[in-house]
């Protein structure tokens, strides 16, 4: 759930399209964070999840003041990359606002590609248990 602040709009007072992307940022990190994979203790473990790609597809404008619904969901796991599908929709889910798509893979600290399932095994079990490839 998120309600829209007067600096995520316009002069019209539609929110921004810059900001969807935000939005599904903080609405992914907390849905990892439900499965125990929060983004400070991945790094702590030296795992990175960088964004490969972003893509928002809007539908409905989203107005200051209104409050929405963003839904993450794992689409695909195939063990090197994951991506995430997000629907903004209002709280009543009558009205899709816009759909989204994130790409990310897993990197050590030096930002070189990491096999997960060797690198943080814990890590990949929880990954494993989303939707695969």
Known sequence: MHTVQYYETDAMRIVHHSNYIRWMEEVRLDYLDKFGLAYGGMEEEGVIIPVLSA?????????????????AEMEKF?????????????MDGTVLHATGRSSHCFLNRE?????????????????KTFKKA
Not at 58 to 65: I, L, M, P, Q
């Open 55 to 71: 893509s928002c597809e809007y539908r409905a404008a989203t107005r200051y003041g209104e409050t929405v619904k963003i839904i």
């Open 78 to 90: 195939d063990g090197l990359r994951f991506f995430v599908f997000y629907r903004i929709t209002s």
């Open 111 to 127: 930002m070189k590609p990491v096999n997960i399932k060797k690198a943080a095994p814990a890590i990949y079990e929880v990954f």
